[in-house]
């Protein structure tokens, strides 16, 4: 399995992004995929994840994105997203997707969100 995290950049308060993580490989759809990010110098933080399936699907939210980060996916594309509006600059930060499969746990490689005051 192999996450693909794209569509990071430079934007000022109170704009918008939409990250994408291609996800590729999977042979099963019993899992769970969420977005993390590193600030500099703190520690990683979950954003949002996805669980369940169909009907019982559920979306977790962080505290501080609720209401501004929606996050979504296309089962067609293979693609989870994370749509963030009304950015700040303590949403700067190294953004990564993770999914879960039991046993296994699978990292892209990062993309960065710069969010100029």
């Known amino acids: 399995v192999q996450l693909q995290a794209s569509g990071g950049g430079l934007v000022q308060t109170g704009g918008s992004l939409r990250l994408s993580c291609l996800v590729s490989?999977?042979?099963?759809?019993?899992?769970?995929i969420g977005w993390f990010r590193r600030a500099p110098g703190e520690e990683r933080q979950g954003v949002s994840c996805?669980?369940?399936?169909?009907?019982?699907?559920?979306?977790h939210y962080l505290d501080a994105v609720k209401g501004r980060f929606t996050m979504s996916r296309d089962n067609a594309k293979n693609t989870v997203y994370l749509q963030m509006t009304s950015l700040r600059p303590e949403d700067t930060a190294v953004y990564y997707c993770?999914?879960?499969?039991?046993?296994?746990?699978?990292w892209g490689q990062g993309t960065l969100v710069t969010v100029s005051s």
């Open positions: 996805i669980y369940g399936y169909g009907t019982n699907e559920r979306t």
């Open positions: 490989g999977l042979t099963s759809d019993d899992y769970t």
């Open positions: 993770k999914l879960n499969q039991i046993p296994h746990i699978y």
